[in-house]
C-alpha cells in the first residue's frame, strides 16, 4: 500500500467519535498530520500534481480539435471519465462503489451528491457508467482547460452573486433532464471545510421538480479526507461512492422545495454516515 494509506473504515471509526463544531476542525488536521508526513507531501507536490496538471493540459489541448468532429457532447464526455480515471489511478486511490446496481441507470435522475473536495468531480466521472451533466459555479470557468471543458461540454452554470444570468442555463438544463440526460448537483453549494455533511440549498431541487425527474442521493465518503480545502496535498487511501434509492419528485411543485431537500438530506446523512452514530451528537 501506498505510503500513508488509510482505509475506509477508520472513516467510520473518526465519525463514531462525537465532536463539536468548534473542535472539529482542528481534531482533523491534527489526525492528518499524524497521519500524513513529509514523505506524503513530496509524493503529492512533485509527484501527483504535476502529473494531473500534465493531463489536464494534454487532454485538454487534444479534445479542443477532435470534439468538432462528431458528437462534441458525447467525445468530450470520453475525454473527462479518461482523465478522471488517470487521475484515480495516479493518487493511488480506488473506489468502492455500492447501491449503482440497484437503480436504473438509462433513466435520466438528478444525482445530489455531497461536496467534499476537488476531487468530488472526478470520482462521480470515473465511476458513473454513462453521460450526465453537472451543475457548476460560475468561478470554476476561470480555471485553465477547465473552465474551456466546462463550457464547450454544455455543463450548467450557476452565477451565484447574480441567478438572474443562470436563466439560459437552467431552461437548457431542463430541457436536456426532459430529454434523457441526467444531472449531477452539490446541494451543499460548496465544498465543507470540516468533513461533515453541510444543510443543502433547497433552491438545488429547483431543476428535479421542474423535470419532474427523481433524485438519487450520492454519498462520497473520504475525498475530504484525500484532498480538503486550501491544500495541494493529495493523500492515497480508499474511496467510496454509495449511492442510495431514488427520492420521487412526481406531483411535487416548487412549493415542495424544502420538504424534498430535507428528505434528500436526511437519505445523505443516512448514507454518509452509515453505521455510525451522527458526529455531532453528544
Same mark, same amino acid.
Given at each position: 500500500?501506498?505510503?500513508?494509506? #488509510?482505509?475506509?473504515?477508520?472513516?467510520?471509526?473518526?465519525?463514531?467519535?462525537?465532536?463539536?463544531?468548534?473542535?472539529?476542525?482542528?481534531?482533523?488536521?491534527?489526525?492528518?498530520?499524524?497521519?500524513?508526513?513529509?514523505? !506524503?507531501?513530496?509524493?503529492?507536490?512533485?509527484?501527483?500534481?504535476?502529473?494531473?496538471?500534465?493531463?489536464?493540459?494534454?487532454?485538454?489541448?487534444?479534445?479542443?480539435?477532435? !470534439?468538432?468532429?462528431?458528437? =462534441? %457532447?458525447?467525445?468530450?464526455?470520453?475525454? %473527462?471519465?479518461?482523465?478522471?480515471?488517470?487521475?484515480?489511478?495516479?493518487?493511488?486511490?480506488?473506489?468502492?462503489?455500492?447501491?449503482?446496481?440497484?437503480?436504473?441507470? #438509462?433513466?435520466?435522475?438528478?444525482?445530489?451528491?455531497?461536496?467534499? !473536495?476537488?476531487?468530488?468531480?472526478? @470520482?462521480?466521472?470515473?465511476?458513473?457508467?454513462?453521460?450526465? =451533466?453537472?451543475?457548476?459555479?460560475?468561478?470554476?470557468?476561470?480555471?485553465?482547460?477547465?473552465?474551456?471543458?466546462?463550457?464547450?461540454?454544455?455543463?450548467?452554470?450557476?452565477?451565484?452573486?447574480?441567478?438572474?444570468?443562470?436563466? #439560459?442555463?437552467? =431552461?437548457?438544463?431542463?430541457?436536456?433532464?426532459?430529454?434523457?440526460?441526467?444531472?449531477?448537483?452539490?446541494?451543499?453549494?460548496?465544498?465543507?471545510?470540516?468533513?461533515?455533511?453541510?444543510?443543502?440549498?433547497?433552491?438545488?431541487?429547483?431543476?428535479?421538480?421542474?423535470?419532474? @425527474?427523481? @433524485?438519487?442521493?450520492? %454519498?462520497?465518503?473520504?475525498?475530504?479526507?484525500?484532498?480538503?480545502?486550501?491544500?495541494?496535498?493529495?493523500? !492515497?487511501?480508499?474511496?467510496?461512492?454509495?449511492?442510495?434509492?431514488?427520492?420521487?419528485?412526481?406531483?411535487?411543485?416548487?412549493?415542495?422545495?424544502?420538504?424534498?431537500? %430535507?428528505?434528500?438530506?436526511?437519505?445523505?446523512?443516512?448514507?454518509?454516515?452509515?453505521?455510525?452514530?451522527?458526529?455531532?451528537?453528544?
Amino acid at each position: 500500500m501506498p505510503e500513508g494509506n #488509510t482505509s475506509v473504515g477508520e472513516d467510520v471509526q473518526r465519525r463514531r467519535t462525537p465532536r463539536s463544531p468548534h473542535n472539529a476542525e482542528s481534531t482533523r488536521q491534527s489526525a492528518t498530520a499524524r497521519k500524513h508526513g513529509w514523505l !506524503s507531501r513530496l509524493r503529492s507536490y512533485l509527484i501527483f500534481d504535476p502529473l494531473i496538471w500534465l493531463y489536464t493540459v494534454v487532454l485538454g489541448t487534444i479534445c479542443i480539435p477532435v !470534439s468538432y468532429f462528431g458528437d =462534441r %457532447a458525447r467525445i468530450m464526455h470520453g475525454f %473527462a471519465r479518461f482523465w478522471t480515471k488517470l487521475i484515480m489511478k495516479t493518487i493511488a486511490s480506488p473506489v468502492m462503489v455500492s447501491g449503482l446496481e440497484k437503480i436504473d441507470t #438509462t433513466k435520466p435522475y438528478v444525482y445530489a451528491a455531497n461536496h467534499g !473536495s476537488a476531487l468530488d468531480i472526478p @470520482v462521480l466521472f470515473a465511476n458513473l457508467p454513462f453521460q450526465f =451533466r453537472i451543475v457548476f459555479k460560475k468561478e470554476l470557468l476561470s480555471y485553465p482547460m477547465v473552465g474551456w471543458y466546462l463550457k464547450s461540454s454544455r455543463q450548467v452554470c450557476i452565477d451565484q452573486q447574480n441567478p438572474s444570468r443562470s436563466t #439560459t442555463d437552467i =431552461r437548457s438544463a431542463v430541457k436536456s433532464l426532459k430529454a434523457g440526460m441526467p444531472l449531477v448537483i452539490f446541494p451543499e453549494g460548496g465544498r465543507t471545510p470540516d468533513g461533515e455533511l453541510k444543510p443543502f440549498l433547497p433552491g438545488a431541487f429547483f431543476l428535479a421538480l421542474k423535470a419532474q @425527474v427523481d @433524485v438519487v442521493p450520492v %454519498a462520497l465518503i473520504g475525498t475530504f479526507e484525500t484532498l480538503p480545502m486550501n491544500t495541494f496535498h493529495i493523500k !492515497s487511501r480508499p474511496l467510496e461512492m454509495r449511492v442510495g434509492e431514488p427520492i420521487p419528485t412526481a406531483g411535487l411543485s416548487t412549493r415542495d422545495l424544502e420538504a424534498l431537500s %430535507a428528505k434528500v438530506h436526511q437519505a445523505m446523512e443516512e448514507l454518509y454516515y452509515r453505521g455510525s452514530p451522527h458526529p455531532m451528537s453528544s
